[in-house]
């Protein structure tokens, strides 16, 4: 399953190196007993390894940000911190995902290297934070206020933490050791006066005798941004289509059987009952823009309260103990259901007086009608409201052992999320189908569901032909329903450590960590159940439930092998190895071998391979079905599809399907999508797989620090980095399977849909899979230079540069599919910041860059404006017209005063020039699950303006 030979490998050549050095220099005395007394016990656990040591360089890149970094930034959430440094690619979860109403609503996540949140390994102190049940850290759930320092590993962990740590490990350091307290308050708006944020937060420390503690709490709210309020999410395709992707059901009803087939339209003001007021149906006219009714941003509120304490036993012997509360609660919009006989499988019954195709008209044969309209009366709303609870307690300490100094500790610590998501705006299919059943007027004038003496009790007939603000409250009352289901995680551990010295070398102390863990994670999601009977126009998904543990093993190695010799100042590597036991799959080991040189002082080198895991969740094993309206584009649409670019297989493979020439995709009307990645228009199913295995991952990282004793404050340092996924467990999208049946041949993906008589994709069925490969491959650079201080105050400049070289997925047919430079994997992402001091003043200049994107074309597929690379061959799927996007950099300011009460009040401005975005059609087909809108949701949407204000006791 992974490369075994790694550990033996990196020991093997720990050994020659260990015998290089004994043979390549002279004997080193052994430190006097008074001397190995002497030596410090003060020592720091840094991220990325459990060996505590007074160096916190390391063989592998860690990047931190203190909270004095942090502070002035203009950003107060964890989740948006962490999302503007250079390694994390467009979160998969934000508030931009105005769409999804599922227990992800309104939480925040982080992907470092664009590998996915799962890959992603979030810790607090060291220790693992809780996740739902598809493995997602909710960074919103960490209060920004307890942060000492956040360290981000870019490198592979699971040697060191375990699962999950392929793409990196984020580890948020907490406060300690304060003597007195802080209080802040932040404001801050949107240049358009919308979109306000604010947050307060109060944190007390202190000592008494053997006693240490910090408390904190804090408070935040921001406010929605609707999409009406943006030019580039007004309309569904952007302000240059303002007519394209709009939506047949809209406010006035839609008749599709009309005798002419062509639809009718009600008109503006017209009697839903009187077929002559209505007019032939025109999507140029008729269609409604759903985004008026969403929100581009969601409303979300913060609470935390949040405490640690550490009590001195003995001089050696420390007990600490820590809790969380938090509750996030998130509101999201979108628009009202799209009501209609395609999504409910419902007719307005001939005998309903509100049928103007029907008996009450006279017909000599009166009809059902087929119908759409959208429920714009009660829009769509969901309350995601999630509380974590989390406490940990444990003792550690130091002893001596002869001249060999050691470190232990034994903790425990429990997690739990327990959430609620609430919704409404969906609606009772049993009421709806007796509301549109036969009704009439009775002889006290009040329409009634059912016939002259067979009145149905407690039913109201529906108007749902009218126009907006024809479905009254009786009616929506009736037929409308609110939905409420519950979720949530626990999350466990115990762990035991012990670390120290082991044996003197002529270059120094070899020192080890080793110890057991115990881990258990279990999960449910319990939907509406009356959604779940599928009586509901809310999505049905399965109830489910899960739990596995695992037991653990680790050790790790730090072996000095040269010192203080020419061209090597330093020579040392580290081993490490972890064997891990899960209930649900087996077992694996995996492995690191790290190595640092300095040839000089100023200098040195660095170096890592690792192997890494990932367990499937418990989602990815036990989640259950679920339905979902898909956005997918069908590769035989004669305008939008692969056919329309001439790829010769997709043109064979729809021949031979039966579909002729000129095929097209179409909408809910029955009309052509206007727009490649439309809405399905019945629903498609997803869902889990018990018989997924791990994923497996090799990295590798090789740089240098250089920090020239010539050029006082400055460091530079480059660092290459590969990651190599093999049996990634993926989503399969929709797009997925139709391209594997059309595109490329694959059979057996033919057999996961079916078509109707039209030719339209039905009953597709989608679900996770081991699916080939993901590789990514790039450079990190880092530049800070404190200038010297000149009598008009300190500079100091901080660079942080990610190149991606390489992102490829491999499928499991052998297609690569390279995305380095394409939505929304940039090549490069750089953050600038110029700092400058003096005295009580201060300003930071910040530049956030971006470069440009390439994105599949949804217009102009034979080239034009909107269309730049018309001819662009995409390796093994043929000519894939794509769009060139360019490159975007947002300014930052930020200016602060120390009040001489120990007071420091901030003033600053995110994107001061108010850049606009570029548009990316890609981003509305909400495939990767990140937006609903024409825009990337890692960009600026505008100004954004903030007041800070800090007041230490």
Not at 94 to 106: C, E, H, K, Q
Not at 414 to 442: C, E, H, M, R, W
Request: hydrophobic share 30%; net charge neutral.
């Amino acid at each position: 399953m992974k490369q075994k030979t790694l550990l033996a490998t990196a020991i093997a050549a720990a050994l020659m190196l260990h015998t290089f050095a004994v043979t390549a220099q002279d004997a080193t005395p052994a430190p006097s007993a008074d001397e190995s007394k002497a030596k410090s016990l003060d020592t720091v656990t840094v991220t990325g390894s459990r060996i505590r040591s007074v160096d916190v360089e390391t063989a592998q890149p860690v990047f931190t940000m203190s909270r004095q970094e942090i502070q002035k930034q203009g950003y107060v959430s964890v989740g948006d911190i962490l999302s503007h440094i250079t390694a994390s690619g467009s979160a998969g979860y934000s508030r931009s995902a105005s769409l999804t109403s599922n227990t992800y609503a309104g939480s925040a996540t982080v992907e470092l290297r664009g590998l996915g949140a799962a890959r992603t390994l979030v810790l607090v102190d060291g220790r693992r934070w809780g996740t739902n049940a598809d493995g997602f850290t909710d960074l919103d759930t960490i209060p920004s206020s307890i942060i000492e320092r956040i360290d981000v590993l870019k490198d592979g962990a699971s040697a060191i933490y375990g699962s999950d740590a392929i793409a990196g490990v984020i580890n948020i350091i907490t406060r300690k050791n304060i003597q007195g307290g802080d209080a802040n308050v932040y404001y801050g708006q949107f240049g358009q006066g919308d979109g306000a944020k604010q947050q307060y937060d109060f944190t007390w420390g202190n000592k008494i005798g053997k006693l240490s503690y910090v408390f904190s709490g804090s408070y935040a709210k921001d406010d929605p941004v609707w999409a009406k309020d943006r030019d580039f999410s007004r309309y569904p395709l952007g302000p240059r289509h303002s007519n394209s992707g709009l939506s047949g059901f809209g406010p006035g009803g839609l008749i599709l059987n009309d005798p002419s087939g062509n639809g009718l339209k009600l008109n503006p003001g017209g009697d839903p009952t009187k077929l002559g007021d209505y007019h032939t149906y025109d999507p140029s006219v008729d269609n409604f823009n759903a985004n008026q009714q969403m929100m581009l941003i969601n409303g979300a509120k913060r609470k935390s309260l949040f405490g640690k304490a550490d009590y001195a036993i003995t001089d050696n012997v420390n007990a600490h103990v820590d809790a969380t509360y938090t509750e996030r609660t998130a509101n999201i919009q979108i628009a009202g259901y799209p009501l209609g006989t395609g999504t409910t499988g419902l007719v307005v019954d001939k005998d309903s007086y509100y049928n103007p195709l029907g008996s009450r008209q006279g017909y000599t044969t009166p009809q059902d009608v087929e119908f759409l309209r959208r429920g714009v009366e009660t829009p769509r709303l969901t309350k995601n409201t999630l509380k974590t609870y989390r406490v940990g307690a444990g003792l550690d300490g130091v002893f001596q052992i002869g001249e060999r100094n050691f470190n232990w500790d034994v903790s425990g610590f429990f997690n739990k999320n327990k959430g609620d998501v609430f919704g409404t705006g969906n609606y009772n299919l049993i009421n709806l189908a007796q509301g549109l059943g036969p009704s009439f007027k009775d002889s006290d004038g009040v329409i009634k569901c059912g016939r002259p003496g067979a009145v149905i009790a407690g039913c109201t007939p529906v108007n749902v032909l009218s126009g907006w603000g024809g479905m009254t409250p009786d009616m929506l009352n009736y037929v409308g329903v609110n939905t409420n289901g519950t979720y949530g995680t626990q999350t466990s551990g115990l762990a035991a450590n012990i670390g120290g010295d082991v044996v003197q070398l002529p270059a120094g102390m070899v020192q080890f960590a080793a110890g057991l863990e115990y881990r258990r994670e279990a999960g449910y999601n319990r939907p509406d159940g009356f959604s779940q009977t599928g009586n509901s126009t809310d999505l049905a998904s399965d109830s489910s439930s899960g739990k596995y543990n695992t037991k653990e093993a680790y050790a790790e190695l730090n072996i000095p092998v040269l010192a203080d010799l020419p061209g090597a100042k330093l020579l040392s590597v580290d081993l490490a190895s972890r064997y891990s036991k899960y209930s649900t799959f087996g077992s694996t080991t995996n492995s690191k071998f790290g190595i640092q040189w300095k040839p000089i002082d100023d200098l040195m080198f660095r170096g890592s391979i690792s192997e890494g895991f990932r367990s499937p969740t418990i989602n990815d094993l036990y989640g259950g079905q679920s339905q979902t309206f898909d956005s997918y584009t069908d590769p035989c649409d004669s305008r939008f599809g692969a056919v329309a670019s001439g790829n010769a297989n997709a043109i064979a493979a729809c021949r031979a399907a039966g579909l002729a020439p000129g095929f097209v995709q179409t909408d809910s009307t029955g009309k052509p999508v206007s727009a490649a990645d439309s809405q399905s228009t019945t629903p498609f199913l997803s869902g889990s797989n018990e018989k997924l295995k791990p994923e497996t991952s090799l990295s590798k990282t090789l740089g240098f620090v250089y920090s020239p004793s010539y050029v006082d404050g400055l460091n530079v340092s480059l660092d290459w980095y590969n990651i190599r996924i093999t049996n990634v467990i993926t989503s399969v999208t929709s797009n997925d399977v139709l391209d594997d049946c059309y595109l490329r041949g694959i059979q057996s993906a033919c057999g996961l849909f079916s078509r109707d008589t039209k030719g339209q994709v039905v009953g597709l069925v989608h679900t996770l899979s081991n699916r080939g490969k993901l590789e990514t491959e790039g450079y990190d650079l880092s530049l800070t230079y404190r200038l010297p201080k000149f009598s008009f105050g300190q500079f100091r400049v901080n660079v942080d540069t990610n190149y991606v070289s390489k992102y490829n997925q491999t499928l499991s047919n052998g297609v690569i599919s390279y995305n380095a430079g394409q939505y929304s994997t940039w090549r490069i992402r750089s953050n600038a910041n110029l700092d400058w001091s003096y005295g009580d003043f201060g300003a930071t200049w910040g530049i956030r860059y971006y470069s440009g994107l390439k994105e599949d074309c949804s217009f102009d597929l034979n080239g034009g404006p909107e269309c730049s690379l018309p001819n662009y061959v995409s390796p093994g799927q043929g000519v894939t017209p794509k769009r060139q996007v360019g490159g975007i950099a947002f300014n930052d300011l930020s200016v602060r005063w120390n009040a001489p009460w120990n007071g420091t009040f901030s003033v600053g401005a995110n994107n001061v020039f108010d850049r606009k975005s570029p548009i990316f059609y890609t981003a509305s087909s909400n495939t990767i699950g990140n937006s609903s809108f024409v825009g990337n949701p890692a960009y600026d949407i505008g100004r954004f303006w903030y007041v800070r204000y800090n007041q230490k006791f």
